[in-house]
C-alpha cells in the first residue's frame, strides 16, 4: 500500500456525531470537533479561543496567522498561512489544518491523527503515536464504510455531508 483511494478524500461525517473526520490527498487522516468561536482583543495581540486568551507571538491582526501561547495552558501555536498548524505543550507537538469560517468569527482545527494507505479493497491507519491498524473498506455513493478485515461486518460507516 502506498497511496490513498483518491474517492476517500475529503471530509467525512458518522451520523449523530459532531465530530469530522478528514482525508487529505497525501493520505493525511484528521479528526475535528465543531468550529469554535474566536474573537481578538488589543488590536489582534489577544485571542479568545475555546475559553482560553492566547498571547500573540508573532503575526498581526484579527486572523489566527502567526504564532500564539495559551495563558492557562502554555500551549503554543504556529498557525501557518497555508492552512496548517503545530501546537506544542508539555514537549509533543501535534500538527493539523485550520480554517477560520463565518467572517473569522470561528476557528476550525483538525489534528492529523493518522495517514492512510489503501490498496483498493484494505485501507491501513498508521497511527501518529506509533503501530497500525488495517480495515476492509468499501466507497462510493457519498458513503464510507470499514468492515472487519476478515468477516467483512460492517465496523464504522461514514458520510460525506454534502450528500445530505
Do not use: C
Not at 482525508?23 to 482583543?41: I, L
Not at 508539555?90 to 482545527?109: K, N, R, S
Amino acid at each position: 500500500m502506498s497511496a490513498v483511494d483518491p474517492d476517500l478524500v475529503g471530509v467525512w461525517i458518522v451520523a449523530g456525531e459532531p465530530r469530522t473526520y478528514e482525508v487529505e490527498a497525501d493520505g493525511g487522516y484528521h479528526v475535528a470537533d465543531p468550529e469554535s468561536p474566536v474573537a481578538y482583543e488589543q488590536g489582534g495581540a489577544v485571542m479568545i479561543w475555546e475559553g482560553e486568551a492566547h498571547d500573540r507571538l508573532a503575526g498581526a491582526g484579527a486572523t489566527p496567522e502567526g504564532d500564539w501561547r495559551g495563558r492557562d495552558t502554555g500551549a503554543l501555536w504556529s498557525f501557518a498561512a497555508d492552512g496548517t498548524y503545530t501546537v506544542t505543550l508539555d514537549g509533543a507537538t501535534d500538527t493539523g489544518i485550520w480554517a477560520a469560517g463565518q467572517d473569522g468569527a470561528t476557528l476550525w482545527t483538525r489534528e492529523r491523527v493518522a495517514t492512510l494507505a489503501t490498496n483498493g479493497a484494505q485501507v491501513t491507519y498508521t497511527l501518529r503515536e506509533g503501530g497500525t491498524a488495517t480495515y476492509g473498506y468499501t466507497v462510493g455513493g457519498g458513503i464510507w464504510t470499514l468492515h472487519d478485515p476478515v468477516s467483512w461486518v460492517e465496523l464504522a460507516r461514514f458520510v460525506d455531508p454534502a450528500t445530505l
